[in-house]
């Protein structure tokens, strides 16, 4: 079964950094690109950034380019998003998902697999 689990949510101020974290397990990590969603409140879940398989190739929506990093460490089965000049649109519950292929996409229907989520509240 594969499970994956967010961490480093938390309440930052606007301009502030955080780095979430995403463990996985129950799957073979290194094969399938990996993505990260938020849902904010009363809104749909939308793509923040994914990453391949070999982490040479990475994706980001145009809210975060330039702001947001993914990058993955496919030795601990690792993804990361580091945050930073975070914006107070940018509080969601934010979530990892395993793609079903190896490239990555903004879409979360081609992601098999999802974590709870970690929350993210920027304060302004």
């Known amino acids: 079964q594969v499970q994956l689990v967010e961490s480093g949510g938390g309440l930052v101020q606007a301009g502030g950094s955080l780095r979430l974290s995403c463990a996985a397990s129950g799957r073979t990590f290194s094969k399938y690109a990996m993505g990260w969603f938020r849902q904010a409140p009363g809104k749909e879940r939308e793509f923040v950034s994914a990453?391949?398989?070999?982490?040479?190739?990475?994706y980001y929506a145009d809210s975060v380019k330039g702001r947001f990093t993914i990058s993955r460490d496919n030795a601990k089965n690792m993804v990361y998003l580091q945050m930073a000049s975070l914006k107070p649109e940018d509080t969601a519950v934010y979530y990892c998902?395993?793609?079903?292929?190896?490239?990555?996409?903004?879409?979360?229907?081609?992601?098999?697999?999802w974590g709870q989520g970690t929350r993210v509240t920027v304060s302004s």
């Open positions: 998902a395993s793609d079903r292929g190896a490239y990555g996409n903004g879409y979360s229907g081609e992601y098999s697999y």
């Open positions: 990453i391949s398989w070999s982490g040479d190739s990475t």
